[in-house]
Structure formats: structure tokens, C-alpha cells
Nanobody, 124 residues
Framework: QVQLVESGGGLVQAGGSLRLSCAAS????????MGWFRQSPGKEREFVGL????????YYADSVKGRFTISRDNAKNTVYLQMNSLKPEDTAVYYC?????????????????WGQGTQVTVSS
């Protein structure tokens, strides 16, 4: 069973940047679509973006498009979420997830494995 561990969260001022990492152990991510989701207090978890297994395609929620970038290094079994121009409304726990069926889905139900999440707090 693949285990996913996110890191890189923290406190940042509005306009700043953070890079989150999602490292996998217990299996390869090289043939999985990898997604990022986030959950703010009192809200449902929402889709942030995904990257296809080859890394050739990425998709983003409108709320982060142009500010966030997802990349992957299959040799390191790691996926990244670069977050720039952060806003207070980006404050959330961020989760990475693996979709073994390699769909390009924004729905949580498509994902088979999840990390424990990392907190991102953006101050105004």
C-alpha cells in the first residue's frame, strides 16, 4: 500500500510563496495521476489541481489557475505544488492523493490513496 506524506506547509504572508511536497513510499507513483486537494475550516474538501502520470498534462481549479503549479519527479517518487501569490483564502490543509486508474478527475472518489495533509496559513 502506497503511503503519501505531505510536507512544506507553514505560515506565509499574503503575496508570498510556498512549495509543498508529496513523497510516496511503499510503491511507485510513476503511473498514477496525482491530485492536490485542500480543506478550509467549515468547508468541504475541494480540488486544487492534478498532474497526469506522464507529467505532460496538468489541470487546475479556477481559483488557483495562474498562481499554483504542479510538477512531479517520478525518479524521486515525489509530487510538488508550487504556490505563488498566496491569498488569505488559500489557508487550508492541503492533501495529495493518488489515482491508480490514471483518470483526470477532480472528484475525491477517484483517488485511492491520501496523505495526512499539511497546514498552509496565509496571513493578511
Amino acid at each position: 500500500q502506497v503511503q503519501l506524506v505531505e510536507s512544506g506547509g507553514g505560515l506565509v504572508q499574503a503575496g508570498g510563496s510556498l512549495r509543498l511536497s508529496c513523497a510516496a513510499s511503499g510503491g511507485a507513483l510513476s503511473r498514477s495521476t496525482m491530485g492536490w486537494f485542500r480543506q478550509s475550516p467549515g468547508k468541504e474538501r475541494e480540488f486544487v489541481g492534478l498532474i497526469r502520470w506522464s507529467g505532460s498534462s496538468t489541470y487546475y481549479a479556477d481559483s488557483v489557475k495562474g498562481r499554483f503549479t504542479i510538477s512531479r519527479d517520478n525518479a524521486k517518487n515525489t509530487v510538488y505544488l508550487q504556490m505563488n501569490s498566496l491569498k488569505p483564502e488559500d489557508t487550508a490543509v492541503y492533501y495529495c492523493a493518488a489515482d491508480y486508474q490514471r483518470s483526470a478527475s477532480a472528484y475525491e472518489s477517484a483517488y485511492d490513496a491520501w496523505g495526512q495533509g499539511t497546514q498552509v496559513t496565509v496571513s493578511s
